[in-house]
Nanobody, 125 residues
Framework: QVQLVESGGGLVQAGGSLRLSCAVS????????MAWFRQAPGKDREFVAA????????NYADSVKGRFTISRDDAKNMMYLQMNSLKPEDTAVYYC??????????????????WGQGTQVTVSS
């Protein structure tokens, strides 16, 4: 069973940056397609970004394209989300998720069987 632990959340002003990290243990990261989702208060959890097992492909929600960058370091069993030009509407709990030998194109949380506990990101205006 894989364990995912997010870190790096916090409070930042609009226009600022944060880098989220996801530490993976229990299984080799290279066997997982990985993604970030987020859930704002009163809203459903939504897809943010995903990265393929080989890191050759990425997929982003339209709302974050050009501002967020997903990456992974399989040697360190880590995944990252660099968030720039943050907006108040980016405020949410951010979750990392893994899809064992999966793909990154569905954007559906039901395809991702492994989840972290989440980290809060708050963007003030």
């Amino acid at each position: 069973q894989v364990q995912l632990v997010e870190s790096g959340g916090g409070l930042v002003q609009a226009g600022g940056s944060l880098r989220l990290s996801c530490a993976v243990s229990g299984r080799t990261l290279s066997t997982y397609a990985m993604a970030w989702f987020r859930q704002a208060p009163g809203k459903d959890r939504e897809f943010v970004a995903a990265i393929s097992r080989s890191a050759s492909a990425t997929n982003y929600a339209d709302s974050v394209k050009g501002r967020f960058t997903i990456s992974r370091d399989d040697a360190k069993n880590m995944m990252y989300l660099q968030m720039n030009s943050l907006k108040p509407e980016d405020t949410a709990v951010y979750y990392c998720a893994g899809h064992y030998y999966g793909n990154i194109w569905s954007k559906s949380e039901s395809d991702f069987g492994s989840w972290g506990q989440g980290t809060q990101v708050t963007v003030s205006s």
